[in-house]
């Protein structure tokens, strides 16, 4: 985890526009407050139980959609089976924007936008976490976030001549016409949801050695030209 | 990134690009190309052409059967996994959907100079560009003992339909306790893993059928694909069953008697029950016969998989000598949608972008075992160059593993509905 929280802090500097946080990762009183937020759907603490969304208790250091006897989207369920796990660093950016981290998951929340609100959630879930991961103890934390990014990559303008070829290397998997049996679909996507996305699997933040790959050649010019093709694809 | 459109006036205006000077004019007023083989290079190739070209151009593909049975998968039929019907799949949304003119014959023979290819029927078919993509043929007395004549006693099954139900048939009718012999193939040849995946696959089915039968691998090579992740699966799930002898004890010092059903191996006989003999392999025959090989394989140029020694003709998957790739269904079907950019570029004023192929091959190890190696490759000007990979790790979760093999079954559904439309 040393290497993962070095990394980003080095992708922080690179996109400039991520939040870094001092030595505690937020408050925790504030933390119990903005719980309430959640706490329609989530349960955390002792007797806590899967409700609407799944309860928190140890969700430091958990992978994605592990918990017995609750039934999970199959965007969760496929992120777990990936190898995504709930560290500082995952947690974070799916607070700040649900779709974009796990596409199709029911949390059906919007997504806090400001960081110290989202460092002091967390602040307060990690007391009920025994391992928490990726959390020095005492040095800074950097959270980094896979979904901000700079308003000039969002704003590239996809060339969709360019996309269609390079969509076709996509298509060998991902079905043209949108089934999703065994790989997910990617057809008819909002475009900074498909800009996002990629760049979440080209900085390794969303776990899929393929797609890591694949997403990890793209320029943000061609990950633009792919969203504009997928976009309106029937 | 900008690129530069490319408009041919008149033949001139091509002169420094990479592809070759189109030939826009022909009887009709349309170019033609013309595919040799419907596999998964050519099926690719003809349906982007006839797609993105809308009309533009005039697509013929060879192909003799009316049904291509996949080679990917026919392990899994093997194993259990999958029925040959779903493996089988016809040329006719092409012809009807996207008008690819679809003719079911053998190619014999390419008149480089008259720009015309025989077929077996009789006549010929002219074109402006040729793509070829033939597949494997094998080459004869690579294994002592054993030549084409042979392929009904001691199948390969690395062609696609028939010989997989063949094989899969000796091995059900194999006595309890009985053996299966494989002598596998030298580098290079199509699917690295295959192989491989078919150990796991007769082992899966023996362990259901016949558990106290014994398979031998008799292997040249010192190393194959993904064999650590092969090795653990053996381990863990078809543990004592599986014999593999390497070059070392003598794997690559075989001699096959299909009369008596022998295999020697390092000048010991035994009788075997099943023997899967899989061959050293060569670019399917026309590529010879039409003067492209060195070696036994087809040099091309990386960026638009043009034959080295004929500009007119491009040559995918298998057949051709590439660089970095492994000659699989995956690269042959990367390699298409490039060529195919490359002859609409060359024919028709379409844009051509920088080339960028893939590949990712997954492999079934037993039931929700499934694990994967891919990578990533640009066109240089010496060889089609690997970029970035992976593979599955030893270790992996139950879970994982299973989400894996799921993933295989989207691959399948994409690549033949790429294929296939
Ligand atoms: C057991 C096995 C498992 C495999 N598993 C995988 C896998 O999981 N993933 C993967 O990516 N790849 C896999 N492969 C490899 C894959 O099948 C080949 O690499 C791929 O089919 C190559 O495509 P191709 O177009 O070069 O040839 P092919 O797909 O073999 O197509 C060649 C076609 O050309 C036709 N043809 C040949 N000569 C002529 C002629 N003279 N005139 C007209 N037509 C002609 C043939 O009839 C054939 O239909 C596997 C292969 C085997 C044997």
């Known amino acids: ?234 | 990134m900008t690129f530069n459109r490319r408009t041919f006036i008149g033949t001139a205006a091509v002169g420094t690009a990479a592809l070759s000077a189109p030939l826009l004019a022909t009887a009709q007023g349309k170019p033609r190309v013309v595919v040799v083989g419907g596999g998964a290079g050519g099926a690719t190739a003809a349906r982007y052409i006839a797609k993105d070209s809308e009309g533009a151009i005039d697509v013929t593909l060879i192909e003799p059967s009316r049904a291509y049975y996949t080679c990917f998968f026919s392990n899994l039929y093997i194993g259990g996994f999958q029925e040959m019907d779903d493996l089988g799949h016809g040329y006719g949304t092409l012809a009807a959907d996207y008008g690819i003119n679809v003719v079911h014959d053998w190619a014999t023979g390419v008149d480089r100079d008259a720009k015309t290819v025989a077929l077996a029927g009789g006549g010929s078919v002219p074109y402006d560009r040729l793509i070829l993509s033939p597949g494997i043929d094998f080459i004869d007395g690579s294994v002592a003992g054993w030549d084409q004549s042979a392929q009904g006693v001691m199948p390969h099954a690395y062609k696609g339909g028939t010989q997989a139900e063949l094989l899969k048939a000796q091995i059900m009718a194999m006595p309890e306790g009985g053996t299966f012999a494989m002598v596998a193939p030298p580098n290079p040849y199509r699917c690295p893993p295959g192989p491989y995946e078919r150990i796991s696959m007769v082992a899966h089915l023996l362990k259901e059928v016949n558990p106290t039968a014994k398979i031998i691998v008799a292997d040249p090579k010192e190393k194959f694909s993904k064999m650590a992740l092969f090795q653990e699966g053996w381990n863990d799930h078809y543990a004592g069953m599986i014999d593999w002898i390497g070059p070392d004890f003598g794997g690559a010092d075989v001699e096959v008697r299909p009369g008596t059903m022998e295999v020697v191996i390092d000048g010991e006989a035994t009788k075997v029950d099943a023997a899967n003999v899989i061959p050293a392999m060569k670019a399917g025959l026309i590529v010879e016969r039409a003067g492209l090989t060195e070696g036994n394989w087809a040099p091309v140029v990386p960026a638009t998989m043009q034959s080295r020694m004929d500009e007119n003709i491009h040559i995918l998957g298998d057949a051709s000598s590439q660089g970095d790739m492994p000659k699989s269904g995956y690269s042959a079907n990367s390699q298409a949608k490039v060529a195919a950019m490359a002859v609409r570029g060359a024919l028709t004023d379409a844009r051509v972008f920088p080339a960028k192929f893939s590949n990712t091959c997954w492999s079934l190890i037993d039931t929700n075992d499934g694990v994967k190696v891919g990578a990533t490759y640009e066109a240089t000007e010496e060889k089609i160059a690997k970029v970035d990979g992976f593979i599955s790790e030893t270790g992996e979760s139950d879970e994982l593993r299973k989400a894996t093999y799921e993933e295989s079954l989207g691959w399948y559904a994409g690549i033949t509905s790429d294929m296939f439309g």
Not at chain 1, 164 to 183: F, N, P, R, V
Request: with cysteine.
């Open chain 1, 1 to 234: 985890m040393r290497n993962a929280t070095r990394s980003s802090l080095a992708l922080a500097v690179i996109f400039a526009a991520s939040a870094l946080c001092a030595d505690e990762i937020g408050d925790v009183e504030n933390g119990a407050d903005l719980f309430g937020y959640c706490s329609g759907c989530h349960e955390v603490g002792a007797d806590a139980e899967n409700g609407i969304g799944p309860h928190l208790n140890g969700i430091f250091g958990r992978a994605a959609g592990s918990i017995d006897g609750y039934f999970y989207s199959d965007g969760l369920n496929r992120m777990g089976a990936d190898g995504l796990i709930w560290d500082l660093t995952t947690l974070d950016a799916y607070i700040e924007n649900p779709r974009a981290l796990v596409s199709g998951t029911r949390m059906s929340f919007d997504g806090w936008e400001d960081a110290q609100e989202r460092a002091d959630v967390l602040a307060y879930l990690r007391a009920y976490s025994d391992n928490p991961a990726n959390i020095p103890e005492a040095e800074p934390t950097a959270r980094p976030s896979e979904v901000e990014l700079p308003p000039e990559v969002l704003a590239i303008q996809g060339d969709v001549a360019y996309g269609e070829y390079l969509a076709s290397d996509c298509k060998t998997c991902h079905q043209q016409d949108g089934s999703d049996e065994g790989i997910p679909s990617i057809t008819r996507w909002p475009v900074d949801d498909f800009v996002v996305a990629m760049h979440a699997y080209k900085r390794k933040l969303r776990p899929h050695p393929v797609m890591q790959m694949q997403a990890g050649r793209l320029s943000d010019e061609e990950i633009a030209a792919l969203a504009a093709y997928f976009k309106d694809l029937d």
